[in-house]
């Protein structure tokens, strides 16, 4: 079984011709420095295979319609609707549309890196939850995709850069994976914010409770199956439905987890991990002096 993360799909990836991952998200230049590099961005994640779920009327079971409606004057045409922006509590700035196409970014088809850095310089909070795999757009972009690919494996480094992706300006990454390059939209810094809550460093050490919480880790230390790790909820979802269908539903509730001391729940957990349940010692009992009668 191939545990890796991302899989080794090199095989799949759409180099050229008709494959299963449909029409590009993205077509453009790769540029650094002087180099020029023609690709191609695919959607690396698919949408999640859940049912979808509609607003219905309880008494005839129609989906709901969602009008546009004004508290004033009823129902509202699209042709006498603006786009307003609050700069106070109730208050709104009407912008008109070309107003708002001469802030939008140029057709720009170029993906600049700029700067590259070690893994360990990227807050994983930078991350924005999109990616897409870049690929060579044609035979001709082939050897300078490999060697980008293979300079940046071998110096353990991504690549930071900019791009108009989807009609925004985004800062994106760009990173090896395997035989191919992918790509991470990114948050702008300043929206990542601050913990709300200051967790100071420990006064004191807990000595046993360190040693067995890397106990722990350590059972747990190793290669990660990524098949273990399923949308059960998805699945979930789906047998709910499929058993109301057949008529037979049922509803089943998980249990409270149990919440126990630190130091307890860690021996408990460490001894489950080496296959058997530890169990508190028990106290010996001290004889108890029988009292004196007294006449």
């Known amino acids: 079984m191939n545990d890796a993360f991302p899989p080794d799909n090199s095989d799949t990836l759409p180099f050229a011709g008709t494959t299963p991952y449909g029409r590009p998200s993205w077509s453009g230049l790769l540029q650094f ?3 020029g590099i023609p690709l191609k961005a695919y959607p690396a994640v698919r949408t999640r295979d859940v049912p979808t779920a509609h607003l219905l009327h309880a008494d005839c079971g129609q989906r709901l319609r969602y009008a546009k409606h004004c508290p004033l004057h009823g129902p509202v045409d699209s042709a006498a ?3 307003g922006y609050e700069y106070g509590p109730g208050q709104h700035l009407v912008v008109e549309p070309d107003e708002l196409d001469q802030l939008r970014p140029a057709q720009d088809k170029a993906l600049r890196l700029e ?4 893994p360990a310089q990227l807050d994983p909070l930078l991350f924005a939850g ?4 870049l690929v060579p757009d044609g035979p001709a972009a082939e050897p300078g995709y490999g060697v980008l690919r293979t300079a940046l494996a071998q110096r353990q480094r991504w690549a930071l850069g900019r791009m108009v992706l989807g009609g925004h300006r985004q800062v994106v990454l760009v990173r090896p994976a395997g035989t191919t390059l992918v790509l991470h939209v990114l948050h702008y810094p300043e929206q990542v914010r601050v913990c709300p809550q200051t967790v100071w460093p420990m006064a004191k050490e807990p000595v046993e409770e360190l040693r067995l919480a890397g106990m722990l880790i350590e059972a747990a230390d190793g290669k990660v199956d990524w098949t273990a ?3 059960q909820a998805a699945q979930e979802l789906k047998a709910l439905i499929e058993a109301k269908l057949a008529g037979q539903a049922t ?5 409270a987890p149990t919440i126990l001391p630190l130091l307890e729940a860690l021996k408990k957990s460490v001894g489950t991990q080496n296959g058997k349940v530890a169990t508190p010692p028990v106290k010996e009992k001290t004889p108890r002096k ?3 009668r007294t006449a």
């Open 81 to 83: 609707i603006v786009r």
């Open 130 to 133: 999109r990616s897409l795999y």
């Open 251 to 255: 509803v089943v509730s998980a249990p």
């Open 290 to 292: 029988r009292a004196r």
């Open 115 to 118: 700067r590259f850095l070690a």
């Open 33 to 35: 420095s002087l180099v």
């Open 229 to 231: 790790y399923p949308d």
